[in-house]
């Protein structure tokens, strides 16, 4: 045999060389969970090793993830029910205190990368992503709240928006009224295939969001559907979009690899909620082993062709590569 491709597998060293995938904690952006007042942090049942943290207790926990290398973060709000309404109104209130941490962990950590979430769910009391009336998700009445709710986080220092809410014409609607108000250099990483998929759960748990009625199949992706995805693509790259996103990652490594190859603007991908508990879960009964385990999947996504990658796993991976 002339031909032998065990000749370059043959030590870690050759490996090492003509690995054609690269995967580091810059490639990482870690989730974090944010609650309102004192002294909390508060395990997530469905999410083991994550937290609900009060501001003065995630500050030292950021300090502690930068020590590791991690530089990116996006931050969700856990908004406690009496202060939803049916119009999110609380989104872009000054009081939030969502704003508030924002304005904290950029004062107090300048270097890092900040990034949103935008959607009406963690403050309405329907727990949409848009406006309801009678049962209908109500697109064109929801754009102005999500740009309120941009316009509130782009003043309290955020560097990317996050619109997850997957209503048409958002990032236009964003991306105008930001510019408008003198936030050209805030960028918007969209959530542009975000599939209606069953690996949220430990996700809504953690933040209290689930529909009150209902599903969001109306406005978040059939997971039948791939080339849909390109439709999405276009209209959030034509609206002003830098980034775009596949949410959830491992189930849509496909829509990932279909979306580098079309799109010449950087793709990121979510490792969602789902995908990090079955890998605890498993690895908890003995089934796999969960460091080799978390890694491959990583590695699968950014194989796929992410260049950024929103993970729960992100904070292991930098221990685990320091």
């Not at 942090?41 to 009060?54: G, M, V």
């Not at 975000?194 to 992706?221: H, I, V, W």
Request: glycine content about 6%; overall charge negative; hydrophobic content about 40%.
């Amino acid at each position: 045999m002339n031909i032998r491709p065990r000749r370059n597998r043959k030590n870690s060293v050759i490996r090492d060389m003509i690995q054609e995938t690269q995967l580091g904690v810059q490639n990482l952006i870690y989730p974090l969970f944010l609650e309102d007042g004192k002294g909390v942090k508060s395990e997530i049942a469905s999410l083991p090793n994550q937290f609900r943290w009060s501001i003065d207790l995630l500050i030292p926990e950021i300090e502690t993830c930068i020590a590791l290398g991690i530089r990116t973060f996006v931050l969700f709000p856990a908004v406690k029910d009496e202060l939803k309404d049916a119009t999110a109104t609380y989104s872009y209130n000054h009081s939030n205190f969502y704003l508030h941490a924002i304005r904290k962990i950029k004062e107090t950590f300048p270097e890092i990368v900040l990034m949103s979430d935008v959607a009406l769910d963690p403050y309405s009391s329907d727990g949409h992503d848009g406006l309801v009336k009678d049962g209908v998700i109500l697109n064109d009445e929801t754009l102005p709240i999500l740009s309120k709710m941009s316009i509130a986080q782009a003043q309290a220092g955020i560097d990317i928006i996050g619109p997850s809410d997957m209503m048409d014409g958002r990032v236009g609607t964003i991306r105008n009224d930001l510019d408008a108000e003198g936030y050209e250099d805030v960028s918007i990483m969209s959530y542009t295939a975000k599939y209606a998929s069953a690996f949220y759960g430990p996700f809504r748990d953690a933040l209290d969001s689930a529909p009150k009625s209902g599903d969001k199949k109306t406005y978040q992706m059939n997971p039948a559907n791939k080339r849909e995805a390109l439709i999405e693509a276009q209209l959030d790259l034509e609206e002003g979009a830098d980034m775009l996103m596949v949410k959830p990652a491992t189930c849509y490594l496909d829509v990932i690899h279909l979306l580098k190859e079309a799109c010449d603007a950087p793709i990121t991908a979510y490792n969602v909620s789902g995908e990090y508990a079955m890998i605890h879960a498993a690895a908890q009964k003995g089934w796999l082993d969960y460091e080799s385990s978390f890694v491959e999947m990583l590695m699968s996504i950014r194989r796929a062709g992410a260049d950024g990658i929103l993970t729960y796993f992100a904070k292991d991976f930098a221990q685990l590569n320091r």
